[in-house]
T-cell receptor
Framework: KTQVEQSPQSLVVRQGENCVLQ??????????LRWFKQDTGKGLVSLTV?????DKTSNGRYSATLDKDAKHSTLHITATLLDDTATYIC?????????????FGAGTQLIVIP | DMKVTQMPRYLIKRMGENVLLECGQD?????MYWYRQDPGLGLQLIYI???????SEGDIPKGYRVSRKKREHFSLILDSAKTNQTSVYFC????????????FGSGTRLLVI
């Protein structure tokens, strides 16, 4: 059973618009949550990591929130650029060490059009 | 420049042939991983290596084995490849701790015919 669900599955926005990506999970324990960006044909690049209850992070035009009670995270992208076209993957870690496992969502495919 | 390098980038093999996927990292990370990525699914863990000759099965180890004789190299071996092993394979490495970053390679696209 999939333990990390992302929505929407795909999303098309115009350059300059804002967008919000959602991640719901059932992983227990949920030590931390990461968002990755995967360009087509490339590897995953870490955008941010959230650790604490009600954590919020900001990395340039990317900002993320985590609600551990609801087991829910959002990734906000502000003023999208064409280069934001990629798949965004939500990942939940069940421990804070290498002994833990990462649980991957299937990703949201974002397409930014001119 | 910190990176994980995977070779080859693309590979076509016939069913029953042996396959060797190579991965190297230049960050002296202790932990390395092999994942596969299939359409519509999240990455699935095949094997994890905690250091030289310290390897553990992941969630889908069947049909695969690994080798780590040096900290910077981690190999994935498919003995007698099967068509359902057609996939994109990613290697990754990490140092320990929550705030340490995971570094992924660019992937090897394997087609088994």
């Amino acid at each position: 059973k999939t333990q990390v669900e992302q929505s929407p599955q795909s999303l098309v926005v115009r350059q300059g618009e804002n967008c919000v990506l959602q991640c719901n999970y059932s992983v227990t324990p949920d030590n931390h949550l990461r968002w990755f960006k995967q360009d087509t044909g490339k590897g995953l690049v870490s955008l941010t990591v959230l650790v604490h209850e009600n954590d919020k992070t900001s990395n340039g035009r990317y900002s993320a929130t985590l609600d551990k009670d609801a087991k829910h995270s959002t990734l906000h992208i502000t003023a999208t650029l064409l280069d934001d076209t990629a798949t965004y993957i939500c990942v939940v870690g069940d421990r804070g060490s290498a002994l833990g496992r990462l649980h991957f969502g299937a990703g949201t495919q974002l397409i930014v059009i001119p | 420049d910190m990176k994980v390098t995977q070779m080859p980038r693309y590979l076509i093999k016939r069913m029953g042939e042996n396959v060797l996927l190579e991965c190297g990292q230049d960050m002296s990370h202790e932990t390395m991983y092999w994942y596969r990525q299939d359409p519509g699914l999240g990455l699935q863990l095949i094997y994890i290596s905690y250091d030289v000759d310290s390897n553990s099965e992941g969630d889908i180890p069947k049909g695969y084995r690994v080798s780590r004789k040096k900290r910077e190299h981690f190999s994935l071996i498919l003995d007698s490849a099967k068509t359902n092993q057609t996939s994109v394979y990613f290697c990754a490495s990490s140092s320990t701790g929550v705030n340490s970053d995971y570094t992924f390679g660019s992937g090897t696209r394997l087609l088994v015919i």
